[in-house]
């Protein structure tokens, strides 16, 4: 059975968020999907599900959540969504930072949920890697993702976009 926490966590990185993001060698139609993970607690949250980037940003950027792993994994979610490619860099640095930090001094109780935070953070930072053309830091950090024995779906879905948009891309 799926405690109510858990359950809340799969939904938020599967059903949260797909970002469509286009690239200069296929259509629109083919334009590829990759799936972005936020906290569902996270502050911002509801915006980015609405779309509504610009007011998650604003909302995630409030002064008592600056340190907060949920609202960095917001606002680099939602720079990406606004095809900020650059301003999304330092949140999703951090992202990665804030959550290695919280595995290393996690008590083991929450380790797990801790897990699951590093791997969204890795997985959104690779695909922003990839959207940079940086396609070796992006295998890293999907490698690195899945290394967190968390979000597995989320991130071979990601990495097998990029691999269909490489494919298409060389045949034409």
């Not at 858990?6 to 590829?32: E, H, K, R, W």
């Amino acid at each position: 059975m799926c405690n109510s926490e858990y359950c809340t966590s799969i939904f938020a990185t599967l059903a949260a968020l797909l970002l469509v993001l286009s690239s200069s060698v296929v259509n629109a139609a083919d334009q590829p999907r990759f799936m972005m993970s936020v906290d569902t607690n996270g502050p911002g949250t509801q915006a980015v599900l609405a779309g509504d980037y610009n007011k998650a940003i604003q909302l995630a950027t409030l002064p008592h959540y600056k340190q907060s792993l949920a609202a960095h994994l917001t606002i680099c979610t939602a720079q990406i969504g606004l095809g900020n490619y650059h301003e999304a860099q330092l949140p999703c640095e951090k992202a990665v930072e804030l959550a290695k930090a919280s595995v290393v001094t996690a008590r083991k109780a929450q380790g797990e949920r801790d897990r699951d935070g590093l791997a969204k953070a890795y997985s959104n930072r690779a695909i922003l890697n990839r959207l940079l053309q940086r396609h070796a830091a992006a295998e890293l950090d999907f490698s690195l993702a899945l290394r967190q024995k968390r979000q597995q779906n989320t991130i071979r879905h990601n990495r097998d976009v990029i691999v269909k948009n490489t494919m298409t891309a060389a045949n034409n």
